[in-house]
């Protein structure tokens, strides 16, 4: 449905997500090419987002395999449903059922349990490719990524019982890290790479006005100036775009029309999560901070 940079871009602002052209390029070349995209950068930059707007825009189930240490192949891709299969075993004993018949009968594609990576394959093979989102795939270990590399290769996968799923179309991949580890050479290989960097000041700013669009604008100026500034200082865990967000949403709730020492300290655990991050904003650095968005955001026109 894409036939341009331009045209992913004017779809991407369509869902009320503001690209760089370098990232539409990335996204256009990963549908075209039908290879996975990586996206690394800060949490909270909007990574896991895209995804989820190109979901919507090409109309097609986004699965989500949500990664964490010790995920494994049986959460990954499949399970066998061990309590139905035990139910089946014994209502065959009870019908007298010979044991080969009770055998050819155990492990059928009626017991069998799929997680997210043989969804997508088994989706793909029934003509519907998804969105495949692989997210925080920097939380799983580095078992888990070999299992990957296999999967990304050929888009197929074999269950002994059953046989080999093959995806025929792949399906459109997104993967993210947070970069807390580094991942391994071999995924990033099989992948179109994108560093996602935290917004300018103009482009936050156009993302606030775009997903809150009630909001003051004098407010939406001080929000992103505040925001910009926080991030320059040295932090556990700076605020990232989804914070922004959701602390503009906050302020508008509060019916604020700008920032005041008085509504950040109120409100302050909205953008900092960890209570060193707010005692050193708000004991230290607050009042210079708010100062210096109030002139920011008055310089905007």
Same mark, same amino acid.
């Given at each position: 449905m894409f036939n341009s940079v331009d045209s992913v871009q004017t779809a991407l602002a369509d869902q009320r997500y503001i690209a760089e052209r370098s990232l539409a390029t990335a996204i256009y070349l990963a549908l075209q090419l039908r290879k996975p995209i990586f996206l690394e950068g800060e949490a909270g930059v909007g990574k896991t987002e895209i995804a989820k707007v190109l979901s919507a =825009? /090409? *109309? *097609?189930? =986004? $699965? +989500? =395999?949500?990664?964490? !240490?010790? /995920? %494994?192949?049986s959460s990954a891709l499949y399970e066998w449903n061990y309590a139905h299969q035990l139910l089946y075993l014994r209502l065959q004993e009870a019908s007298g059922t010979g044991r080969d018949a009770m055998r050819s009968g155990l492990f059928t594609r009626e017991f069998l349990q799929p997680r997210p990576l043989l969804q997508a394959v088994e989706a793909c093979a029934a003509g519907q490719p998804p969105v495949l989102l692989i997210d #925080? $795939? %920097? +939380?799983? %270990? !580095? !078992?888990f #990524?070999? /299992? /990957? =590399?296999e999967l990304l290769s050929d888009f197929q996968i074999t269950i002994p019982e059953l046989g080999t799923i093959r995806a025929g179309t792949p399906p459109i991949v997104v993967i993210t890290s947070n970069r807390t580890r580094e991942v391994h050479d071999a995924l990033k290989r099989r992948c179109l790479y994108y560093w996602v960097e935290y917004p300018s000041f103009e482009k936050e700013l156009r993302i606030v006005q775009t997903r809150a669009p009630h909001v003051e604008p004098m407010l939406a100026r001080q929000v992103t100036a505040f925001i910009q500034d926080l991030r320059a200082l040295e932090l556990f865990k700076a605020p990232g775009v989804a914070e922004t967000l959701d602390w503009t949403a906050a302020l508008v709730a509060l019916d604020q029309r700008e920032l005041s020492i008085d509504v950040v300290r109120e409100t302050i655990g909205v953008i900092l999560k960890y209570q060193d991050d707010i005692e050193t904003v708000v004991k230290g650095a607050l009042p210079a901070i708010l100062d210096r968005a109030k002139v920011r955001a008055q310089g905007v026109g």
């Open positions: =825009l /090409l *109309t *097609t189930p =986004l $699965i +989500r =395999l949500q990664c964490y !240490e010790g /995920l %494994d192949a #925080e $795939i %920097d +939380r799983a %270990d !580095e !078992e #990524e070999a /299992l /990957l =590399l």
